[in-house]
C-alpha cells in the first residue's frame, strides 16, 4: 500500500520513498553478487535498516527465488536469545510448500521441539522453536546446517551485531564464524551502529571475523540529492518547499536522515507551503510529544551525568569534554568524575563521539536539553 506521506520515519516502502544511496547500494549489491560478506556501519537512526531492504528489494527485484532475511538483535541479552530469535527467522523461510517445511525442519532440527502455526492472513507455516540452555550450542548448528542444504541463494542481514560482544557467555563470536565461514550458499550482511566496537570485530586480528567481510560505512545524505528528493515530493502535492528552508533543516541536523525526516513528515502534513516558522513549529511539537520520556529517563541518572549532558547540549558538539575551560565553564566536578560520566552515557548511548567531537546521540533530545535551565 502506498503511504499518504512520502517521508517515512520507519518501514521501507519501495525506491520511490527511498532517498539516494545509490553508490551504497551499488557497492553492497556488488559484494553479494561476488560472494563478500559485509560489514554495515552507521551512526543509529542514519538509515541503515532502510538501506538493508533497499539493497533487498533489488535482490529480490533481480533473482526473485532469492530468500532474504533480516533480524535485529538489539533486544537479545544471551545467546539462547540469538538462537531463539535466529531460528524463528530462518526456519521455513527457505521452502515453499508447507509440508516440504514440515519434513525438512524435523530432519534437521532435532535437538528441541519445533512448534508450527499457520499464519492466518498468508497461510505460510510459522516456526517457533523453545531453547534449552544445554542445547543452545546444537540448535545453532542445526540451523546453519539446514541453511546450508538449500538449493536457494539466501542473503541474511543481522542488525546491531555489536550486542553479540554484550553477551554473557564467552565465544560467541568463534562460535558463529566457524558456521559462517563453510556457508557457500548464504551472504550476510552485519549491521551495528557502535563504530568503534564494529571495527574491533572485524579489523582486530585478534577477533574471529578478522578481515571476513567488506566494510562500509554511511554518513549522511548527500545534500543535493535529498534537497531534489523533497522538493520534488512537496510539489506532487502541490507544495512549495523553498531550497534555502530545506538548507536549514540539513544543516540544523547535519543531514542525520530520521531527524529530517521527522521534520518532513510533519511539514508535509501541515499541506502548505513551506515557510520558516513552520520548521520552528514542527520541531517544538516533536520535542513536546518526547519531553516526558526524556525526563523519565534521566531519573535513573546522577546530577553530574545530566549536568554534563546539558553542557555538550549546550555547545552542540565538544572536542574535548575533559579540557580545563570546558569543565569550568560549566561548573562540572573534577575531571575523573567528569570521565566517568562521560564513559557512561556513551555506553548508554545517550552522547556519541563522531569525527569532530560529543554530540548528544539523540538531537531531538538536545533540543530539549538546550531549553532547561542550567
Do not use: P
Given at each position: 500500500m502506498k503511504p499518504n506521506n512520502p517521508f517515512l520515519i520507519s518501514g521501507y516502502h519501495g525506491p520511490e520513498f527511498f532517498c539516494d544511496r545509490e553508490q551504497e547500494t551499488a557497492k553492497i549489491l556488488n559484494a553479494l553478487y561476488n560472494g563478500r560478506n559485509i560489514t554495515l556501519i552507521a551512526p543509529r537512526r542514519m538509515g541503515k535498516t532502510g538501506l538493508i531492504h533497499h539493497v533487498f528489494h533489488h535482490l529480490k527485484e533481480q533473482e526473485p527465488d532469492t530468500v532474504t532475511l533480516y533480524m535485529d538483535i538489539f533486544a537479545t541479552q544471551s545467546l539462547g536469545d540469538f538462537v531463539r530469535l535466529f531460528a524463528n527467522t530462518v526456519l521455513g523461510k527457505l521452502d515453499s510448500e508447507p509440508q516440504r517445511i514440515f519434513n525438512r525442519i524435523g530432519q534437521f532440527i532435532r535437538s528441541c521441539r519445533p512448534s508450527f502455526t499457520i499464519d492466518e492472513i498468508t497461510g505460510v507455516p510459522k516456526v517457533t522453536i523453545d531453547v534449552t540452555p544445554r542445547e543452545e550450542v546444537n540448535t545453532l548448528k542445526e540451523i546453519f546446517n539446514y541453511l546450508a542444504s538449500s538449493e536457494k541463494r539466501c542473503y541474511i542481514a543481522i542488525d546491531e551485531f555489536q550486542q553479540i560482544a554484550e553477551y554473557e557467555e564467552k565465544g560467541v563470536e568463534a562460535l558463529l564464524r566457524?558456521?559462517?565461514?563453510?556457508?557457500?550458499?548464504?551472504?550476510?550482511i552485519f549491521a551495528?551502529?557502535?563504530?568503534?566496537?564494529?571495527?574491533?570485530?572485524?579489523?582486530?586480528?585478534?577477533?574471529p571475523f578478522y578481515h571476513s567481510t567488506q566494510l562500509i560505512t554511511i554518513d549522511a545524505i548527500d545534500r543535493d540529492a535529498y534537497a531534489k528528493f523533497a522538493i520534488e515530493h512537496f510539489a506532487k502535492n502541490n507544495v512549495e518547499l523553498p531550497k534555502e528552508i530545506f538548507d536549514t533543516i540539513?544543516?540544523?541536523?547535519?543531514?542525520?536522515?530520521?531527524?529530517?525526516?521527522?521534520?518532513?513528515?510533519?511539514?508535509?502534513?501541515?499541506?502548505?507551503?513551506?515557510?520558516?516558522?513552520?520548521?520552528?513549529?514542527?520541531?517544538?511539537?516533536?520535542?513536546?510529544?518526547?519531553?516526558?520520556?526524556?525526563?523519565?529517563?534521566?531519573?535513573?541518572?546522577?546530577?553530574?551525568?545530566?549536568?554534563?549532558?546539558?553542557?555538550?547540549?549546550?555547545?552542540?558538539?565538544?572536542?574535548?569534554?575533559?579540557?580545563?575551560?570546558?569543565?569550568?565553564?560549566?561548573?562540572?566536578?573534577?575531571?575523573?568524575?567528569?570521565?566517568?560520566?562521560l564513559k557512561k552515557l556513551l555506553e548508554n548511548e545517550l552522547v556519541y563521539l563522531t569525527d569532530n567531537g560529543y554530540i548528544i546521540y539523540d538531537r531531538f533530545m538536545g533540543e530539549w536539553l538546550r531549553s532547561l535551565p542550567f
Open positions: 566457524s558456521h559462517i565461514q563453510f556457508l557457500h550458499n548464504v551472504n550476510f551495528g551502529s557502535k563504530k568503534h566496537v564494529m571495527q574491533e570485530m572485524f579489523t582486530s586480528s585478534k577477533r540539513y544543516d540544523k541536523y547535519n543531514g542525520h536522515t530520521w531527524y529530517m525526516q521527522a521534520i518532513l513528515n510533519r511539514l508535509y502534513g501541515y499541506n502548505a507551503n513551506v515557510e520558516a516558522s513552520m520548521v520552528g513549529l514542527s520541531t517544538s511539537e516533536i520535542i513536546s510529544e518526547y519531553s516526558y520520556s526524556y525526563a523519565d529517563l534521566l531519573k535513573s541518572y546522577s546530577t553530574g551525568n545530566i549536568k554534563l549532558l546539558k553542557a555538550i547540549a549546550s555547545e552542540g558538539c565538544v572536542k574535548e569534554v575533559l579540557a580545563g575551560n570546558f569543565i569550568t565553564q560549566y561548573r562540572l566536578r573534577a575531571a575523573s568524575s567528569v570521565s566517568s560520566s
